[in-house]
């Protein structure tokens, strides 16, 4: 057996130590390789950081529109600041992330709390969506004044660094100028399209100055102005008689608007889904870069989409064109006036104010003391003759004159009931109570005081409708009271001889019954 020597030793181990010191440092530098790609994809992915801040009046479809577009069909309306979000995704790297939106108030009360939703550290990762309703185009002009100057003031007081400030609004400047409508040949899918090439110094050298009138108010903010509810313009067609030329007209003078401000503008109807997704691809590309390549649409008025880039003063004069009865430097509410509204005040009924109990019957007894009729207020309800004649008074009419009441049968008969009946033959006989008896002191009273000595009162008269005539012929009190206390004697007879016949009419049905029985 041959010993080895320890040089030989040596020799056989040392290539081993050394392949092993070669994988070892294979395995750091594909560790390496690993985490360096890591790094690279994740500086790829989307931020988190980005917000939607949605402004506009009460009613303008602020809450409807982000429901659409984050995909739920029964929007729940908050109060003052809400938060939502919106899944964002970019099919190339496959990678989701989430877009916060605020969406803040109508109501002034609730404007401090903008605070929270544009602040100094997300100051230049947010857009502002500014909506607008078609249902109300008469206020536009009010509405987008009232909230940019919202907007500018609360810009004013956020304490943001003044570099960055100026680094947001060369942003805006250089990406309106780099504006360009050509689509070039890659793949959709390319990265080199998802994000927006930084400008350099030979870009800033080609680049042209602004147009006119953009960008005269730089707040350094990405704006998209949407106009809601576009399916309402046949209605605006129908009832209140507009035109092509007035939609025209709103057009051309929004688009001017949002030149000032660099902003886009976008007509949406979620109600006919109409532009709803093309905002929110436009959104995801001002905000994360990723590819949009739907052209300006100005064709149809219902469907307005221009990007921040593409308009100018020239473009929208192609618009002057269609309008005849109106200018384009006319004063917007001039031509697109408030309707005036349906509602007037001279159809809402008067409120009635009630007289107090005791001092109408105190005015009442007044009138009656110094033997003067006591007149009833006229209802407002009352309805007037048609032909402004007064309406014919009332007149005392004989008793042969009116139809007596029917005789009220106290027999029953088999298909009736025993108790409905006869209550209410009695009812209907209290209801038509007899004449008085022509020997009685009302009747002589009555006649003698009403009639002149002539046929006695309708038994139809009610002591009611018979004290003020009675009344106002004699001068006094004492007829009136002899015709109160004859009708009071009369309904008690009437009513005793009524009670008596049902009582007699129920025995007789009792024994009726009990003959059938033992038949």
């Known amino acids: 057996?041959?010993?080895?020597?320890?040089?030989?030793?040596?020799?056989?181990?040392?290539?081993?130590?050394?392949?092993?010191?070669?994988?070892?440092?294979?395995?750091?530098?594909?560790?390496?390789?690993?985490?360096?790609?890591?790094?690279?994809?994740?500086?790829?992915?989307?931020?988190?950081?980005?917000?939607?801040?949605?402004?506009?009046?009460?009613?303008?479809?602020?809450?409807?529109?982000?429901?659409?577009?984050?995909?739920?069909?029964?929007?729940?309306?908050?109060?003052?600041?809400?938060?939502?979000?919106?899944?964002?995704?970019?099919?190339?790297?496959?990678?989701?992330?989430?877009?916060?939106?605020?969406?803040?108030?109508?109501?002034?009360?609730?404007?401090?709390?903008?605070?929270?939703?544009?602040?100094?550290?997300?100051?230049?990762?947010t857009l502002v969506i500014l909506t607008l309703s078609m249902t109300t185009p008469w206020s536009w002009v009010d509405q987008l004044q009232h909230w940019m100057k919202i907007l500018d003031d609360h810009i004013a007081g956020l304490k943001i660094d003044q570099e960055e400030k100026q680094q947001c609004q060369a942003r805006l400047t250089t990406e309106w100028q780099n504006y360009c409508e050509t689509l070039d040949d890659l793949d959709p899918g390319s990265p080199i399209k998802r994000t927006n090439r930084l400008p350099s110094v030979d870009d800033e050298l080609d680049t042209l100055p602004?147009?006119?009138?953009?960008?005269?108010?730089?707040?350094?903010?990405?704006?998209?102005?949407?106009?809601?509810?576009?399916?309402?313009?046949?209605?605006?067609?129908?009832?209140?008689?507009?035109?092509?030329?007035?939609?025209?007209?709103?057009?051309?003078?929004?688009?001017?608007?949002?030149?000032?401000?660099?902003?886009?503008?976008?007509?949406?109807?979620?109600?006919?889904?109409?532009?709803?997704?093309?905002?929110?691809?436009?959104?995801?590309?001002?905000?994360?870069?990723?590819?949009?390549?739907?052209?300006?649409?100005?064709?149809?008025?219902?469907?307005?989409?221009?990007?921040?880039g593409w308009d100018n003063m020239k473009k929208i004069s192609i618009l002057y064109e269609n309008m005849q009865s109106c200018k384009p430097d006319d004063y917007y509410n001039d031509i697109i006036a408030q309707p005036p509204s349906r509602k007037t005040v001279s159809n809402r009924e008067s409120e009635i104010q009630t007289e107090d109990e005791q001092s109408f019957l105190a005015r009442q007894q007044q009138l009656l003391q110094q033997g003067q009729t006591p007149t009833r207020g006229e209802s407002p309800l009352r309805s007037q003759p048609s032909n402004g004649t007064k309406s014919t008074q009332r007149t005392p009419v004989a008793a042969g004159a009116q139809g007596s009441p029917k005789k009220v049968d106290g027999k029953l008969t088999p298909g009736t009931q025993s108790g409905e009946g006869v209550l209410a033959n009695f009812f209907n006989s209290l209801l038509h109570k007899k004449s008085v008896p022509p020997g009685s002191a009302a009747a002589a009273a009555a006649a003698g005081g009403v009639t002149g000595g002539g046929s006695p009162l309708s038994a139809s008269s009610s002591p009611a409708s018979l004290s003020p005539r009675v009344n106002i012929m004699n001068g006094g009190t004492a007829a009136v009271d002899a015709v109160l206390a004859s009708d009071k004697l009369s309904m008690r007879t009437d009513a005793a001889l009524e009670l008596d016949r049902l009582a007699r009419s129920v025995k007789k049905d009792l024994d009726f019954s009990a003959a059938q029985s033992d038949c």
Request: contains cysteine; negative net charge; proline residues 4%.
């Open 210 to 308: 602004l147009p006119e009138g953009v960008l005269t108010t730089n707040l350094g903010l990405d704006v998209v102005v949407v106009v809601t509810k576009t399916d309402y313009m046949t209605t605006l067609e129908k009832e209140l008689d507009y035109r092509d030329e007035h939609f025209d007209f709103m057009q051309q003078w929004i688009r001017r608007f949002c030149l000032m401000y660099g902003a886009s503008l976008f007509y949406t109807s979620v109600k006919e889904d109409k532009n709803c997704d093309l905002l929110y691809k436009y959104l995801t590309h001002r905000i994360y870069g990723l590819p949009f390549r739907t052209p300006a649409l100005v064709v149809e008025k219902d469907a307005v989409l221009i990007p921040a």
């Open 1 to 125: 057996m041959e010993i080895l020597t320890q040089s030989q030793v040596h020799g056989l181990t040392t290539p081993t130590t050394a392949a092993r010191k070669k994988d070892a440092e294979a395995k750091e530098n594909l560790w390496s390789s690993i985490l360096s790609e890591v790094q690279t994809q994740s500086n790829t992915k989307l931020p988190s950081n980005k917000s939607v801040l949605v402004l506009g009046d009460n009613a303008s479809g602020k809450t409807t529109l982000i429901a659409k577009l984050q995909g739920v069909e029964d929007p729940k309306k908050g109060s003052g600041l809400e938060y939502a979000y919106i899944d964002v995704r970019d099919e190339y790297r496959d990678d989701v992330t989430r877009l916060s939106v605020w969406i803040l108030d109508g109501d002034p009360g609730h404007n401090n709390l903008l605070k929270f939703a544009l602040n100094e550290q997300n100051f230049p990762h």
